[in-house]
């Protein structure tokens, strides 16, 4: 459950996770393709079809994603997408020291991981996209809920999300 994408239907509430399927026939369709340094997940639900892939460079430190959605019916919808995201920057077994939140020069979340003498190249990640995010959360507590699962996260269910970065205790 580290990399989610959800579709919103905001004329009715409906939402769903277009590659996990968490709940036995939600998903009209379901494939997985799996190869070196790629995987990419078909999900149909609701006539709309969700191709979600993830390419890792044979360099470097890096995830690529690509979304793409189509409508397979013949009305016009109103869809919102959620990605939600385990971010891990830890990289010296001390989780205390992570903060995140928006960051304006990148043009999306900006995740660190700092703690005092103990340099790393891979202490900071990005994660942007093409399209301009219409909200925002970096706490699994806040997205998820307290007492809620990933089939049924109170971000997805809310109107926006909350807009606020996070640190070691969210």
């Given at each position: 459950?580290?990399?989610?994408?959800?579709?919103?239907?905001?004329d009715?509430?409906?939402?769903?996770?277009?590659?996990?399927?968490?709940k036995?026939?939600?998903?009209?369709?379901?494939?997985?393709?799996?190869?070196?340094?790629?995987?990419?997940?078909?999900?149909?639900?609701?006539?709309?079809?969700?191709?979600?892939?993830?390419?890792?460079?044979?360099?470097?430190?890096?995830e690529?994603?690509r979304?793409?959605?189509e409508?397979?019916?013949?009305?016009?919808?109103?869809?919102?997408?959620?990605?939600?995201a385990?971010?891990?920057?830890?990289?010296?077994?001390?989780?205390?020291?992570?903060i995140s939140?928006?960051n304006?020069?990148?043009g999306?979340?900006?995740y660190s991981?700092?703690?005092?003498?103990?340099?790393?190249p891979y202490?900071?990640?990005?994660?942007?996209?093409d399209?301009?995010?219409?909200?925002?959360?970096?706490?699994?507590?806040?997205?998820?809920?307290?007492?809620?699962?990933?089939?049924a996260?109170?971000?997805?269910?809310?109107?926006?999300?909350?807009?606020?970065g996070?640190?070691?205790?969210?």
């Amino acid at each position: 459950e580290s990399r989610l994408i959800y579709i919103k239907d905001e004329d009715t509430g409906e939402y769903w996770c277009m590659n996990k399927p968490f709940k036995e026939g939600k998903l009209d369709k379901y494939q997985c393709h799996v190869g070196v340094g790629v995987q990419t997940i078909i999900g149909t639900y609701s006539q709309i079809q969700g191709e979600f892939s993830m390419t890792v460079p044979e360099t470097g430190k890096a995830e690529l994603w690509r979304l793409q959605l189509e409508n397979m019916g013949e009305n016009n919808r109103n869809l919102s997408v959620y990605v939600y995201a385990k971010v891990h920057v830890n990289e010296t077994c001390h989780s205390s020291y992570n903060i995140s939140d928006w960051n304006e020069q990148v043009g999306g979340l900006y995740y660190s991981h700092t703690i005092y003498g103990a340099e790393h190249p891979y202490s900071k990640i990005y994660f942007c996209a093409d399209k301009e995010a219409a909200s925002y959360c970096t706490s699994d507590v806040r997205f998820r809920g307290m007492y809620q699962t990933f089939a049924a996260p109170i971000g997805v269910e809310a109107e926006c999300l909350d807009n606020k970065g996070s640190s070691y205790d969210d």
